[in-house]
């Protein structure tokens, strides 16, 4: 019994591998051809028909390169790094709530924060084993992001998570029947889309590829494969903080077909911001994460666990 349970687990493990990148290709798609009718041009529309296979040409073109490697890095660590930055971001997938096998276990948002934070130590080694000052750079820039804004990220989590009193993504399908969340949580929720934001390293808050300034951040120095892992990896974690939105405070019923229209449009909603919001400054960043966020967060995690103690008062 055990044996078909492992058979079965690494069967539907490499099932979602395969349509997690495949949905990145599209996604890949999906924002150029955004980005192109938001600068009033059209996106990629050449190969095939309406430029659909364009991300699939694209992949074949970056891993049919040479890849080049810089004569003074840390070869292992440069070699690796961008490897383990794929496998960590598909591996925050494995707590996606599906009622079968994968990690559907009860501490799953848990295994979602211990994966998250573990994603700033590749971005680390990518940018110092490069052995180049723009890739330390932007290596440090993302790292000191990333940090500051899980502070929050935790603590908004924790307002949920005290509404709900269980650590299993399970539970918000059940306590979304009626009623979505954000209707509840909206200051929360919009604060929890701006720190995805800053955690996938997206505009406005990209500071770790500046481009005026550090060439193209802790991926300078990265061609052909790596790159396109880089790449890949980062795609992937806009998957799945879009799927985190809905999930946490749109209605997370993940058997329904408007699920996956809702994730569709939270994908969307990160690329429209690219499209529209210019760079922030890097002070203004961190300002905005320990001047703003934090007492905010905090302040309505208090809030809730008041809220949440009262009620129980009530029913006592």
Same mark, same amino acid.
Do not use: H
């Given at each position: 019994?055990?044996?078909?349970?492992?058979?079965?687990?690494?069967?539907?493990?490499?099932?979602?591998?395969?349509?997690?990148?495949?949905? %990145?290709?599209?996604?890949?798609?999906?924002?150029?051809?955004?980005?192109?009718?938001?600068?009033?041009?059209?996106?990629?529309?050449?190969?095939?028909?309406?430029?659909?296979?364009?991300?699939?040409?694209?992949?074949?073109?970056?891993?049919?390169?040479?890849?080049?490697?810089?004569?003074?890095?840390?070869?292992?660590?440069?070699?690796?790094?961008?490897?383990?930055?794929?496998?960590?971001? *598909?591996?925050?997938?494995?707590?996606?709530?599906?009622?079968?096998?994968?990690?559907?276990?009860?501490?799953?948002?848990?295994?979602?924060?211990? %994966?998250?934070?573990?994603? %700033?130590?590749?971005?680390?080694?990518?940018?110092?084993?490069?052995?180049?000052?723009?890739?330390?750079?932007?290596? *440090?820039?993302?790292?000191?992001?990333?940090?500051?804004?899980?502070?929050?990220?935790?603590?908004?989590?924790?307002?949920?998570?005290?509404?709900?009193?269980?650590?299993?993504?399970?539970?918000?399908?059940?306590?979304?029947?009626? *009623?979505?969340?954000?209707?509840?949580?909206?200051?929360?929720?919009?604060?929890?889309?701006?720190?995805?934001?800053?955690?996938?390293?997206?505009?406005?808050?990209?500071?770790?590829?500046?481009?005026?300034?550090?060439?193209?951040?802790?991926?300078?120095?990265?061609?052909?494969?790596?790159?396109?892992?880089?790449?890949?990896?980062?795609?992937?974690?806009?998957?799945?903080?879009?799927?985190?939105?809905?999930?946490?405070?749109?209605?997370?019923?993940?058997?329904?077909?408007?699920?996956?229209?809702?994730?569709?449009?939270?994908?969307?909603?990160?690329?429209?911001?690219?499209?529209?919001?210019?760079?922030?400054?890097?002070?203004?960043?961190?300002?905005?994460?320990?001047?703003?966020?934090?007492?905010?967060? *905090?302040?309505?995690?208090?809030?809730?666990?008041?809220?949440?103690?009262?009620?129980?008062?009530?029913?006592?």
């Amino acid at each position: 019994m055990f044996l078909i349970d492992l058979i079965l687990f690494l069967i539907s493990m490499l099932l979602l591998f395969i349509c997690v990148l495949v949905s %990145v290709a599209f996604l890949t798609l999906m924002e150029r051809k955004v980005l192109g009718y938001i600068q009033i041009r059209k996106g990629p529309n050449k190969v095939g028909f309406m430029g659909i296979p364009q991300p699939f040409s694209d992949a074949i073109k970056l891993f049919s390169k040479e890849s080049i490697l810089p004569l003074m890095s840390n070869i292992n660590l440069y070699y690796m790094s961008p490897i383990f930055n794929l496998f960590l971001s *598909l591996m925050l997938w494995m707590c996606m709530p599906f009622m079968t096998i994968l990690f559907n276990f009860n501490l799953g948002i848990l295994f979602f924060l211990c %994966v998250a934070s573990l994603g %700033v130590y590749s971005i680390m080694i990518s940018g110092w084993s490069s052995n180049s000052n723009y890739s330390l750079l932007g290596g *440090l820039r993302s790292v000191a992001q990333t940090i500051s804004y899980e502070v929050s990220l935790s603590l908004i989590l924790l307002s949920f998570l005290f509404l709900i009193l269980s650590l299993n993504l399970l539970d918000f399908m059940l306590y979304q029947n009626n *009623l979505w969340l954000i209707f509840l949580y909206f200051p929360l929720c919009l604060m929890w889309i701006v720190t995805s934001l800053a955690e996938t390293n997206r505009t406005p808050f990209d500071f770790a590829e500046g481009e005026s300034e550090l060439v193209s951040g802790f991926n300078v120095e990265y061609s052909s494969g790596g790159f396109a892992l880089i790449f890949l990896a980062e795609y992937s974690s806009i998957l799945f903080m879009s799927m985190s939105c809905v999930i946490l405070f749109l209605g997370a019923d993940i058997y329904s077909l408007m699920f996956f229209f809702k994730l569709v449009f939270m994908s969307f909603l990160w690329i429209w911001v690219r499209g529209t919001l210019p760079r922030f400054r890097y002070d203004k960043l961190m300002y905005l994460a320990w001047k703003s966020f934090l007492p905010v967060s *905090l302040n309505y995690m208090f809030f809730f666990m008041g809220l949440k103690l009262w009620m129980f008062s009530l029913y006592i």
